[in-house]
């Protein structure tokens, strides 16, 4: 008996699909077909399937070509499976010629014809085409733009900014069609919204809500980078509208979207550590250039936007918002522009304590730690765009590290959650509301100068 396997992800099957399995099955007697896990596509780049491990691998059950499905999990399976279940040949689509002749030590190594013209990725785009436009200034818009090239059905149309500042090398609205692939600068917010179906918000902090609110007034979903408002109850107000008009509002957080930090939320919540006493974080990004005479501060994010909503996040997540207290202390280079050098936040909750520490104008160890009442989680800096954390305990024999893939900062992850939550109706965001306006809430005490206690040099 000739046994033959092949693996693929096997999203929204398809006569490429199909004809892939029936040539496959006619190469022997018995067809194996690996179908790829979730966790494992994330980790080999591919971010956005449609249908769940299980609606795939019915999929491809229902071809009736499968004799037996497997679930391929990890880097390296293929050799373990071929050895392990007799396999005679390997086979996969033309696409992939090449790429595993290694497996010829240990069975026979067939490349299939692929069937021309269709794929999943392509089924993916055309059900669902998202128009998003950018509001702010280059350096997230850039990067937002080039992540969101790997995102299939997202479109992004162009970029509009209500500041003086540079927007890179990009072509007016004005200057070409839309059908072009660079996005284009659009001269007013309502011809973006126009040509939009969803609006990223990366503008200056102050002009967040304002721009949200435009945005939604006009029926379009959104994505902000956090905070999404300077005080609780404009961000309570954006929230009101986005639920009564159907619409995704959503923090933009990249940090929230990587694989390793998401699964250090579980771990935690899990009961890993024990019960979670303490959760300290700190984020730094020395600039320099902000003591230069020549900055416009008016157009420099602070401390507290650029770097506090990110340290607040695991502090809300694994605390929750119900704090009894806050202490803030702050340094100011500026005050008038509300640029904060270096900023703690202390906080007590019912179950533990917390605190933050962020800054732009000095430099620190860029770690989290989560203290607990059986062990640690310690994510070395910087911790808020790292691939692995530990859990490490008292008896260090008994530490573990755990590893994950991490691509684009989470950026690509967060416009695939973004883009699926609009596809779908429903908020697929891995902040809650609580969580997003307790963040709104810091930063509207902070500007408040609210429980405040000042350090340093300020002016
Ligand atoms: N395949 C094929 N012809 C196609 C598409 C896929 O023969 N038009 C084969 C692939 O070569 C592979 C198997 O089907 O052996 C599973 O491929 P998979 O990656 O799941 O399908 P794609 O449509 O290529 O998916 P994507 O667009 O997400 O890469």
């Known amino acids: 008996m000739t046994r033959v396997i092949t693996y693929g992800t096997y999203d929204v099957l398809h006569i490429g699909h199909l004809n892939l399995l029936k040539r496959a099955k006619a190469l022997g007697d018995y067809l194996i077909v690996g179908v790829t896990s979730d966790d494992y596509d994330l980790s080999r780049g591919k971010i956005n399937n449609t ?49 595993f002749d290694y497996l010829s030590e240990y069975c026979k190594v067939v490349y299939l014809p692929r069937t021309e013209g269709i794929s999943s990725s392509q089924i993916r785009s055309d059900n669902k085409h998202v ?10 818009g850039s990067k937002f733009v080039n992540e969101a090239k790997l995102v299939n059905g997202v479109e992004i149309v162009g970029f509009w900014s209500n500041t003086q500042v540079i927007l890179g090398q990009h072509r007016r ?82 940090t929230a979207y990587s694989t390793a930090y998401e699964r250090l939320v579980l771990l935690a919540q899990s009961g890993k550590i024990g019960d979670i006493v303490s959760v300290d974080s700190v984020c730094t990004s020395l600039s320099s250039g902000i003591y230069s005479k020549d900055i416009d501060l008016s157009v420099t994010w602070n ?53 933050i520490r962020v800054g732009k104008g000095a430099k620190s160890e860029g770690n989290l730690v989560v203290t607990g009442t059986k062990g640690y989680i310690y994510v070395a800096a910087p911790w808020w765009k790292t691939d692995y954390f530990e859990v490490r305990y008292e008896d260090q024999e008994k530490n573990e590290r755990f590893f994950y893939q991490l691509s684009g900062e989470g950026i690509r992850y967060m416009i695939a959650s973004f883009v699926k939550s609009i596809d779908l109706g429903r908020n697929l965001s891995y902040i809650t509301a609580d969580e997003s306006e307790a963040i709104v809430g810091v930063i509207e005490d902070f500007n408040a100068r609210r429980n405040m206690i000042e350090f340093g040099q300020s002016i």
């Open 173 to 254: 609205a004005t200057d070409a069609d839309h059908e072009q692939e660079d996005p284009v600068i659009y001269d007013t917010y309502d011809e973006l919204l126009a040509a939009s179906d969803a609006i990223y918000v990366t503008s200056m902090p102050e002009n967040h809500y304002k721009n949200s609110l435009d945005a939604l007034k006009a029926g379009k979903h959104v994505l902000c980078e956090s905070p999404g408002a300077y005080t609780r109850s404009e961000y309570q107000e954006l929230r009101r509208i986005a639920l009564e008009n159907n619409l995704i509002l959503m923090d933009g957080i990249k």
């Open 51 to 99: 249908q769940s491990l299980m609606e795939r691998i019915k999929g491809v059950r229902e071809t009736g070509l499968a004799d037996e499905i497997i679930v391929e999990e990890y880097e390296g399976q293929k050799i373990d499976d071929i050895k392990r279940r007799g396999i005679d040949i390997f086979t996969v689509g033309s696409d992939w010629t090449g790429k």
């Open 303 to 355: 401390s507290m936007c650029a770097w506090g909503v990110t340290a607040l996040l695991p502090v809300f997540q694994l605390m929750g918002t119900d704090y009894i207290d806050k202490r803030i202390y702050s340094s100011f280079l500026n005050k008038e522009f509300n640029m904060d050098i270096f900023t703690k936040v202390d906080f007590i909750f019912d179950k533990g304590i917390a605190s």
């Open 131 to 140: 128009r998003i436009g950018v509001v702010g200034h280059s350096a997230y």
